[in-house]
């Protein structure tokens, strides 16, 4: 008898191509689904702490908002922050460390000029093909280098508008209160250019030192001076120990600021009757100004998201965010520095609902935005 074939009645086994697509579409989706890490080298401790915590604030406000949407084609964008403590060495330190250990594709909103020329001159961004998005400062020292993407408006502009108000008021006789680096000499050098223009009569110019922020000598000096208005090119906590001193000793000159002194630090840090008056330049819409759609997204998105973190410089970060988001956006997702920076470059009158981002001249602030904010008797934000 002759054996009959035995024929299974279970699947025929799966093909090896089979099991290596298979293998290959899961892992290709967990690499699509990679985090994209944004690196951002700010102080979150020292002078310049409430700056570089808004700043984040900020950021992550935008970054969140994208994420909960679906992030960028399927991934997550993350945010790294380092705290550099306002320190250049610092910044470059830190700087290299997230790059080698996180792979990010961008670097971030960092605080002070002296910081971000420290990350130009290292060579940071030219050896990785980094882009530097945000910075805080709109010195001319950082405007227009490989890499720099500045989603706001230049100092010379906010010092342009400035003497052109104060100019209107008939005021002309202006005293400056300067840091004394970078950053500090950088306004200056704006203040003195324009002068001639406005024919403002720049009577007297007082430093102090960045690491220090020692102000009591430029206090007994600039009291001495009969100006009408002093400007402030200074940072947050400096500023806000000067306009202490300054009251409590007599001075009765118009104190006014570019947007690098938060004024909301301004108004958690002195009474209302010594902070009455104060006149800030800003690079962005206030809060009140709920009529640009813009800033209704960002009060609703900040409602939902509560943190002791924002201030004036958190709307700063949420551009900043958007910019990025719209760069990866365009990009496709590659999660490259080199086809981010592509992307960016060819964003031109990018409207946020009322604020516009242009790269199309690198050699000038992303954004020519400048308004002007006066602290009134009550201690709150009038434009």
Same mark, same amino acid.
């Given at each position: 008898?002759?054996?009959?074939?035995?024929?299974?009645?279970?699947?025929?086994?799966?093909?090896?191509?089979?099991?290596?697509?298979?293998?290959?579409? %899961?892992?290709?989706?967990?690499?699509?689904?990679?985090?994209?890490?944004?690196?951002?080298?700010?102080?979150?401790?020292?002078?310049?702490?409430?700056?570089?915590?808004?700043?984040? %604030?900020?950021?992550?406000?935008?970054?969140?908002?994208? @994420?909960?949407?679906?992030?960028? @084609?399927?991934?997550?964008?993350?945010?790294?922050?380092?705290?550099?403590?306002?320190?250049?060495?610092?910044?470059?330190?830190? %700087?290299?460390?997230?790059?080698?250990?996180?792979?990010?594709?961008?670097?971030? #909103?960092?605080?002070?000029?002296?910081?971000?020329?420290?990350?130009?001159?290292?060579?940071?961004?030219?050896?990785?093909?980094?882009?530097?998005?945000?910075?805080?400062?709109?010195?001319?020292?950082?405007?227009?280098?490989?890499?720099?993407?500045?989603?706001?408006?230049?100092?010379?502009?906010?010092?342009?508008?400035?003497?052109?108000?104060?100019?209107?008021?008939?005021?002309?006789?202006?005293?400056?209160?300067?840091?004394?680096?970078?950053?500090?000499?950088?306004?200056?050098?704006? #203040?003195?250019?324009?002068?001639?223009?406005?024919?403002?009569?720049?009577?007297?110019?007082?430093?102090?030192?960045?690491?220090?922020?020692?102000?009591?000598?430029?206090?007994?000096?600039?009291?001495?001076?009969?100006?009408?208005?002093?400007?402030?090119?200074?940072?947050?906590?400096?500023?806000?120990?000067?306009?202490?001193?300054?009251?409590?000793?007599?001075?009765?000159?118009?104190?006014?600021?570019?947007?690098?002194?938060?004024?909301?630090?301004?108004?958690?840090?002195?009474?209302?009757?010594?902070?009455?008056?104060?006149?800030?330049?800003?690079?962005?819409?206030?809060?009140?100004?709920?009529?640009?759609?813009?800033?209704?997204?960002?009060?609703?998105?900040?409602?939902? @998201?509560?943190?002791?973190?924002?201030?004036?410089?958190?709307?700063?970060?949420?551009?900043?965010?958007?910019?990025?988001?719209?760069?990866?956006?365009?990009?496709?997702?590659?999660?490259?520095?080199?086809?981010?920076?592509?992307?960016?470059?060819?964003?031109?009158?990018?409207?946020?609902?009322?604020?516009?981002?242009?790269?199309?001249?690198?050699?000038?602030?992303?954004?020519?935005?400048?308004?002007?904010?006066?602290?009134?008797?009550?201690?709150?934000?009038?434009?």
């Amino acid at each position: 008898m002759t054996n009959a074939r035995k024929f299974s009645t279970s699947k025929p086994p799966t093909p090896l191509i089979t099991i290596f697509a298979a293998f290959w579409l %899961a892992t290709s989706g967990m690499l699509s689904a990679k985090d994209i890490v944004v690196a951002q080298i700010a102080p979150q401790s020292g002078v310049q702490a409430s700056a570089g915590k808004a700043y984040t %604030a900020g950021l992550r406000l935008g970054f969140d908002s994208v @994420n909960a949407a679906g992030g960028i @084609n399927g991934s997550q964008i993350r945010l790294v922050t380092l705290d550099d403590g306002y320190k250049p060495d610092e910044t470059v330190r830190l %700087a290299k460390e997230v790059i080698a250990k996180e792979n990010p594709i961008a670097l971030a #909103a960092t605080v002070g000029t002296a910081n971000a020329e420290a990350l130009i001159k290292s060579g940071v961004l030219s050896d990785t093909g980094l882009s530097l998005v945000g910075p805080s400062s709109g010195a001319n020292s950082v405007i227009g280098q490989p890499g720099i993407y500045l989603t706001k408006a230049s100092y010379a502009d906010e010092v342009n508008q400035l003497f052109a108000q104060l100019s209107s008021m008939g005021l002309t006789r202006i005293a400056v209160l300067y840091q004394d680096d970078g950053y500090g000499r950088d306004l200056l050098n704006s #203040a003195t250019l324009l002068a001639p223009k406005y024919k403002v009569d720049l009577i007297a110019r007082s430093p102090y030192d960045r690491i220090t922020g020692n102000v009591e000598p430029a206090v007994t000096a600039l009291l001495k001076a009969d100006a009408q208005a002093i400007f402030l090119a200074a940072i947050s906590a400096p500023a806000a120990e000067f306009i202490k001193l300054y009251k409590k000793r007599g001075g009765n000159a118009m104190l006014v600021g570019p947007s690098p002194v938060d004024v909301a630090y301004l108004q958690r840090q002195l009474s209302k009757e010594q902070v009455r008056g104060y006149v800030a330049s800003t690079v962005g819409p206030i809060d009140s100004r709920t009529s640009l759609p813009v800033i209704r997204e960002f009060l609703k998105l900040k409602a939902g @998201n509560p943190s002791p973190d924002y201030g004036a410089r958190s709307f700063e970060g949420y551009v900043t965010a958007r910019v990025l988001i719209a760069g990866m956006q365009r990009s496709k997702g590659t999660g490259t520095p080199e086809t981010l920076s592509l992307a960016l470059k060819s964003l031109r009158a990018m409207d946020l609902g009322g604020y516009s981002v242009d790269f199309s001249d690198l050699k000038r602030g992303g954004s020519s935005y400048v308004d002007f904010v006066t602290i009134d008797r009550l201690g709150a934000l009038v434009r």
